[in-house]
């Protein structure tokens, strides 16, 4: 059989759908079932029933996923090995971040930490996926979370401090004199309830409600300095911002800084250069995270 068609028949296994495989593996649609196909024709087995919610492993699929799996962390360790043996700061190294943190912290960085290696490209993917480093979807992650696999070596380098920012010209109309009393004024705030944001302005005013949210910082930013109200940001964003004011409030919360690498790339060259260049960056910028 072709053994690349087994990539196809464990991404289809994850995502559930022709459509999420497809986008996952960078290809389309017709080319997955294609694969599907032919590893089932190869297998002499029914990989998957189609259901009206998407596509679902079938016994046979179940009880060969995990021979699979094997088969595909062995390449991708090979992978890896030979990209470790490379000695030079030359390539690609692709690192993954958390939007807001990526745009504002770490673009400008590095960009700069490229520049100064010309056979090198960095490239950054911020967002909200978390990717698979073990499968080489980046390389380096910039998490606010420590992960826990065994194959990932993490380290923390940092932490940020969030506080509670309006504009000047907001708080010229509406001051601000109890924040017990947040309620009374619109917050800009993260949909997600288990959000650092969240979880502090709740603490602050139970009955505080946003009137506007967003998962991206930039973007409460952006209606903070419109004077559309108050909003918990990183203190690193918020200090910048010129026509911000910071509401002083005791306990502002933090969020650690982990760098994340898979440990059989830890010591690539270009992958260890990019380690220590953040490690120092963070150590260096530590009071301004943290906003001294």
């Known amino acids: 059989m072709n053994w690349d068609d087994l990539r196809f028949v464990l991404a289809l296994s994850d995502a559930g759908s022709l459509a999420r495989a497809a986008k996952a593996l960078g290809v389309d649609h017709t080319t997955v079932g294609r694969r599907i196909e ?68 770490l673009a400008p960085r590095l960009a700069a930490f490229g520049r100064a290696h010309p056979d090198l490209t960095v490239e950054l993917v911020p967002g909200a996926e978390v990717l698979d480093l073990g499968r080489r979807q980046a390389e380096l992650a910039v998490r606010p979370f420590r992960s826990t696999h ?31 009393a947040l309620h009374e004024h619109p917050i800009l705030g993260v949909p ?44 690193y964003l918020g200090d910048a911002e010129p026509t911000l004011t910071r509401i002083a409030v005791d306990g502002e919360p933090t969020e650690p800084v982990w760098l ?27 009071a301004m995270l943290m906003g001294g």
């Open 192 to 235: 997600e309830a288990n959000a650092i944001e969240t979880m502090w302005l709740e603490r602050l005013d139970p009955r505080a409600r946003p009137s506007f949210v967003s998962s991206v910082s930039l973007a409460l930013l952006a209606a903070t300095r419109a004077a559309a109200g108050i909003a918990v940001l990183p203190r």
């Open 38 to 105: 032919a590893a089932e024709a190869a297998l002499g087995v029914s990989l998957f029933t189609r259901t009206t919610t998407g596509y679902v492993p079938t016994a046979d699929a179940d009880r060969l996923l995990a021979g699979m799996k094997q088969v595909e962390e062995a390449v991708l360790a090979v992978e890896r090995s030979a990209h470790a043996d490379r000695g030079r700061l030359e390539g690609t190294v692709r690192v993954t971040s958390p939007e807001t943190f990526g745009v504002a912290y």
């Open 260 to 286: 994340t690498v898979h440990r059989d790339l830890r010591d690539t060259p270009r992958v260890r250069a990019l380690l220590d260049f953040l490690g120092d960056a963070l150590a260096k910028d530590a």
């Open 150 to 180: 065994a194959s990932l070596v993490v380290r923390k380098a940092g932490e940020i401090r969030y506080g509670l920012f309006a504009s000047a010209a907001y708080l010229e109309q509406h001051p601000v004199h109890d924040v017990a």
